[in-house]
């Protein structure tokens, strides 16, 4: 991601991105910020159509800087792209690439009833590991689902 995508990003962003994510008011403004000045966290691909439109995009965070060979997948689609399989593909074709770059465990979470998101990571292969409470970023506690995808040829070891 470059400065120049900055406000495609930041327009992805709509309120039910920020409501399941407990995204505080001033994070789009932070968020479009953090791209011009080429400080986002995390490593993120945009996810685009041929003519260049901005999709989505899909990122990973390592959770445990100890721990080299695991990351957590995150996603988003703009609204007027849900439900034609972008996001399927994204996270398949990702989590290939992440896998083939050496991470051999790749994790998701969610809210335990966004079920769309739940059907999809089950789809691609992952398998759920456990359920907890999750604080997000606003302070609000929901109850949440860890999922987990392990290298192909790494499964049951």
Do not use: K, W
């Amino acid at each position: 991601m470059v400065p120049a995508d900055a406000d495609a990003y930041a327009d992805l962003i709509d309120d039910t991105i920020i409501r399941i994510n407990g995204f505080p008011e001033h994070y789009v403004y932070d968020v479009r910020l953090a791209v011009e000045r080429g400080q986002l966290v995390g490593e993120r691909v945009l996810v685009t159509l041929g003519d260049g439109r901005l999709v989505g995009t899909i990122q990973t965070y390592t959770r445990n800087q100890m721990i080299h060979d695991s990351c957590e997948l995150g996603f988003s689609v703009g609204s007027e792209y849900r439900g034609r399989g972008y996001a399927s593909e994204a996270v398949d074709g990702f989590v290939s690439h992440l896998h083939a770059c050496g991470y051999r465990v790749v994790e998701a979470s969610t809210a335990v009833d966004n079920d769309v998101v739940r059907r999809l990571l089950t789809r691609a292969g992952f398998v759920v590991v456990d359920e907890y409470r999750r604080t997000l970023l606003n302070g609000v506690e929901i109850d949440a689902v860890r999922f987990r995808h392990v290298q192909p040829d790494q499964v049951g070891e």
